[in-house]
């Protein structure tokens, strides 16, 4: 995948695309070659994927602030914790 293309990659697809390289790398099947350009492929798509995260931590940390620009930030808690 070119490097433009990764830069504007959706995070989801970015995690599916990091998913069939590490399937892929772990099958064993490929020539060192490859399996080179995968992994650095692989490590531009985290590196995307980490950007886009820190991108939303930052909007969410922005739509908690209170009138007075203090943050109430307040841990997350999940439904049904259990069932994960």
Known sequence: MPKS??????????VKR?????????????SLDDSI??????IRLY???IKRLDEAEKKV?????DKNGNKMLK???MENAEEV
Do not use: M, P, T, Y
């Open 47 to 49: 590196q995307v994927c």
């Open 37 to 42: 350009k995968l992994f650095e492929e692989g």
């Open 18 to 30: 990091l998913e069939e390289i590490v399937n892929k790398l772990e099958a064993g099947d490929l």
């Open 75 to 77: 841990s997350f808690q």
């Open 5 to 14: 293309e990764i830069e504007n990659i959706k995070f989801e697809s970015a």
């Open 61 to 65: 940390e922005i739509l908690l602030k």
